[in-house]
Every structure is written in structure tokens, then in C-alpha cells.
């Protein structure tokens, strides 16, 4: 009878702590999530992020591929081989990897943030930067699996090939923003824009305006809103990203379907 006194008042205790904890979580609403579409500057804040990535990319890339040019005409196995290990192992390529998957999340939910808007126009501008980045990624992914120093260099340019594009795709979507400079209360809008490279490649683009009106951009996809409050001072205008150096531009025909 002793010994089940404690075990009682153990339980009693623990029934009240439960039922307290209830009351609390009762009385307390959850805090409601801040929804996607409520990202500021969007997507100007995304180009930015797009615009720093793909200059480390790009330096990285350089490296990589004048290190391995550098060691394709060694004729000892052992040496290709090492210089192949230390490549696959450099923090230059590793680094690589990673900014390659930043590129693929960002495109992947700016995205996702257009189709959420029923903004089909921006949701397209964003499955082609996607689709750039997906290629990127397999390219990448498929030179850390190569054993030969031949073949890690093949996939090497096919990244540099995959990387003129993306940028020159993203220059075509971001091309102008930087001096848009609209009233307090306007809109920036991105109105469609085809932007011909040469004859066979076509890209989708935008043409940066400032709209009074939400539906004076219906054709397009909106931009940030300036505030109601803010001075119209013509911001300073962003790097622009340089297309990585290649001595072969002619990219394959992009289907917009």
C-alpha cells in the first residue's frame, strides 16, 4: 500500500502537467506561417543571389578546366591519375557542386513562387532558369563519377557549354532591372520579351517597366511594388554577370514549350 501512494501522486501530477500544458496551447494561437509570396523585392532579390553565384561559378570552372587542360598532354598514367584525384578533391570543385545546387533551389522556388501567383509568364521564365541548372547539376554530378582524366575534362566543357547558357538565359530575364527606377506606389513589370541569340537559339526575356496598376501587367509578371513612402531615387546599377569565356558560343536550339 506504501509503495502504490507514490505511483498515485505520480500519476495525479502528471494528468495535471498534461492537462495545464492543454490549457496553454489552447489559449495560445499558433503563429500563422508567413506564405511564400510575402518575400520582399522578389525577384530582384533573387537575381542578386543568381548574380553573386555565378561569379564564383564561374571562377571556379576557370581553374578547374586550365588545371585539367594542363595535365591531358602528361603521358604517365600515375601522373593523370594523381592530377585527377587532386581535381576531384580541390575545394574549387567542390565549391562548384555547391553553387550549382544554390542555382537549382533558387530557380526551383522562384518557380514556385510565380506559379503560387498565377503568373504564368514569370512561372515560365523560371522553369527555363530551372531546367539550365538541372543540366548543370547531372553535368557536375557526372564529372565526379569519371575515372579517367579525359573524360573528367569532356564533362568539364560540357559544364562550361551548360553555364554560357544558364547565364545567357538569366541576362535575358534580368537584363535592365538594375535602372528601373518607378514611383512610389508603381509596380515593376516584366513584359514578355523574345531576346534572339543567334539563329538558332531563342530565349524568353523580360522588358522592365514600371505599371500604375496591377492589371497594366497582366500580360507579363509583376515585379516588387515600391513604397508608398519612398523617395524615387534612381538606384545604383548592379554588376552585370559576364558570360563565362568560351571558345565555342553557339549553344543547341532551347524549346520554350
Not at 523617395?231 to 559576364?242: D, E, L
Request: aromatic share 6%; with cysteine.
Amino acid at each position: 500500500m506504501k509503495l502504490l501512494r507514490p505511483i498515485i501522486w505520480f500519476a495525479l501530477c502528471l494528468n495535471c502537467s498534461v492537462a495545464v500544458s492543454a490549457s496553454r496551447t489552447e489559449r495560445t494561437p499558433a503563429r500563422p506561417k508567413v506564405p511564400e509570396l510575402a518575400v520582399p523585392d522578389q525577384p530582384f532579390s533573387t537575381f542578386r543571389s543568381i548574380d553573386q553565384i555565378l561569379t564564383i561559378l564561374d571562377q571556379n570552372a576557370q581553374v578547374v578546366r586550365s588545371r585539367a587542360d594542363s595535365a591531358v598532354g602528361v603521358r604517365s598514367r600515375a601522373t593523370r591519375a594523381r592530377v585527377l584525384r587532386q581535381l576531384k578533391q580541390s575545394h574549387e570543385l567542390r565549391d562548384i557542386t555547391q553553387s550549382v545546387r544554390k542555382l537549382n533551389a533558387i530557380s526551383r522556388r522562384a518557380e514556385s513562387v510565380y506559379r503560387n501567383r498565377h503568373q504564368r509568364y514569370g512561372a515560365l521564365l523560371f522553369r527555363n532558369l530551372h531546367a539550365k541548372a538541372i543540366a548543370m547539376q547531372k553535368t557536375v554530378d557526372q564529372q565526379r563519377r569519371e575515372t579517367n582524366l579525359t573524360a573528367f575534362l569532356r564533362e568539364q566543357h560540357r559544364l562550361s557549354n551548360n553555364l554560357l547558357g544558364f547565364v545567357l538565359q538569366f541576362q535575358a530575364v534580368s537584363g535592365g532591372y538594375g535602372a528601373l527606377a518607378c514611383e512610389p506606389g508603381g509596380w515593376a513589370c516584366c513584359q514578355p520579351r523574345v531576346v534572339r541569340q543567334d539563329e538558332r537559339t531563342v530565349l524568353r526575356g523580360c522588358s522592365w517597366q514600371c505599371a500604375s496598376k496591377i492589371r497594366a501587367c497582366k500580360d507579363g509578371c509583376l515585379g516588387p511594388r515600391t513604397p508608398n513612402t519612398a523617395a524615387a531615387i534612381r538606384p545604383k546599377k548592379p554588376a552585370i554577370s559576364r558570360a563565362p569565356t568560351h571558345e565555342n558560343r553557339n549553344l543547341p536550339g532551347i524549346s520554350d514549350k
